[in-house]
């Protein structure tokens, strides 16, 4: 007997990012990813309208857990518009989190494989991303190979 | 008796990208970095007003020299805009490229400084780069640090 996996599939649907999902625990799984303090409902606001004024160039996708309304997933990608590349544009993917409770479920997978997918039909010719050594096998999954290396300099405050 | 660098200064004079500079040899030293065709006038000119409308959230910086009027360093930051980190920024480093013929001329860190601190200015808590290993040394001059891998996966055209 086969499983039925339709239940599964609309438990893992992924939509862009809404601003009602600040009161679903958005920002608390942003926590589980890096530093994210608590944000105000003006400062949420402002940001995602800042956001949502780049329109495709720039989007934040999310999965919803429907038994409990909950933001289980995210991830993000940007594209950059180049002039090398016969002014080509390339997919930058950013901020990708799975709460812990929701692991083994591939939502990590196939939110790459949404922001992948986005960042093709836009008409980038490549998608890169950065991760730490641990993560890379996650990623050569998700048919990604590793190229460079990423370097960094932070700001004092 | 000290040397009198106030023309070195004034050749290595950074300024952001002009329409004008397609004729200046910008595509041609972009050549140097990666795959660049051929570019039309019209498609420059789009592109270039693409990138401006961005404003200070992506500049392409360039250096000409003023003896030859061609443009020999080039290089961008681009801001993106996040939730975590108290909506914080990032400065994404991309497409630095010092002339063949121009080098030992500190052009490249120069660049890097400028467009470092540009990031700084618009509110950035870090800039991040990609790099190959060989020019790892050379960022770390710049102040970087290597943190993490870059994956890519390129498509089919």
């Known amino acids: 007997m086969l499983a039925d996996h339709s239940n599964d599939d609309q438990k893992c649907k992924i939509r862009r990012l809404d601003l009602a999902d600040k009161n679903k625990g958005f920002i608390e799984l942003l926590r589980q990813l890096t530093v994210c303090d608590s944000v105000s409902d003006k400062e949420f606001e402002d940001r995602f309208k800042e956001l949502a004024s780049e329109g495709d160039d720039h989007i934040i996708c999310v999965v919803e857990d429907n038994d409990t309304g909950k933001i289980v997933a995210t991830g993000s990608v940007f594209i950059e518009k180049k002039f090398i590349r016969n002014c080509g ?42 991760c730490s050594t641990e993560n890379k096998a996650f990623y050569e999954k998700c048919g990604f190979k590793e190229k460079e290396i990423q370097m960094v300099k932070y700001f004092p405050w």
Chains 1, 2 share one sequence.
């Open 89 to 130: 544009k390339v997919g930058h993917i950013e901020d990708l989190v799975v709460d812990a409770n929701a692991r083994g479920k591939q939502l990590g997978k196939k939110m790459i494989e949404f922001l992948t997918k986005h960042a093709r039909s836009i008409g980038c010719y490549k998608v890169i991303l950065d």
